[in-house]
């Protein structure tokens, strides 16, 4: 079975410029996640989607906003890039059953965005 | 809410020695789940094992094994047989029921020598 995959794996920018981020998860798996990962502050979640919904949003300005399309491929989208919006985005997606309980969560390879 | 705390933030460990890794954790839900994960310098995050709450036996998977200890809130990750290929960033993990997100530790850093 394949692994969670995004899309693209590097990705340079200028500041004031928007960028979207893909994530596929794993075939089957209805959860999807994102995390930023930086030097200062760490793994930071960013928003969560199931069946289209987002169920929770970290505390992340509005210019961080996402989607989940009906196939479960996700989709994050950062507007007027920052510097400090250079990170590595992490992509994880589970397989959630009805009663909720804890499923793993597979990781993907990550997107590397820098913002000059 | 959650919190993570990873107290160690780099350790050496010789060839073919077993290693913990110490884990505490902060939550005010009955039910969750605890999770370890290794991050190689090429970035993935590499799952490695996982802990419910209400699990009465010790996680294992492989050389991997979780020390959970719910009355201390702590849940370390000992790793046994060190190999060179093991040296990464880990880091810890919890996820609550209705937070549908996880929440990690700063992370600690092994470093295996041969």
């Known amino acids: 079975k394949a692994g969670v995959t995004q899309t693209p794996r590097y990705l340079i920018k200028t500041r004031g410029q928007q960028v979207t981020l893909s994530c596929s998860p794993i075939?089957?798996?209805?959860?999807v996640s994102w995390y930023q990962q930086t030097p200062g502050q760490g793994l930071q979640f960013l928003f969560e989607y199931f069946s289209e919904t987002q169920r929770n949003k970290g505390n992340f300005p509005g210019r961080f906003s996402g989607r989940q399309f009906s196939n479960s491929r996700s989709e994050m989208n950062v507007s007027t890039l920052e510097l400090g919006d250079s990170a590595l985005y992490l992509c994880?997606?589970?397989?959630?059953?009805?009663?909720?309980?804890?499923?793993?969560?597979?990781f993907g390879p990550g997107t590397r965005l820098t913002v000059l | 809410a959650q919190k993570i705390t990873q107290t160690q933030p780099g350790m050496f460990v010789q060839e073919k020695e077993a290693v913990t890794l110490d884990c505490t954790y902060d939550t005010s839900d009955q039910s969750y789940g605890l999770f370890w994960y290794k991050q190689p310098s090429s970035g993935e995050m590499i799952f490695l094992i996982y802990?419910?709450?209400?699990?009465?036996q010790n996680a294992t998977e492989g050389r991997y094994s979780l020390n959970f200890q719910k009355a201390r809130k702590s849940a370390n990750l000992v790793i046994s047989a060190s190999q060179l290929g093991d040296s990464a960033m880990y880091f810890c993990?919890?996820?609550?029921?209705?937070?549908?997100?996880?929440?990690f530790g700063a992370g600690t850093t092994v470093t295996v020598r041969a």
């Open positions: 075939s089957g798996h209805r959860s």
């Open positions: 993990a919890i996820l609550g029921v209705y937070d549908y997100k996880l929440s």
């Open positions: 994880a997606s589970s397989l959630e059953s009805a009663g909720g309980s804890y499923n793993e969560q597979f």
């Open positions: 802990q419910g709450s209400y699990d009465e």
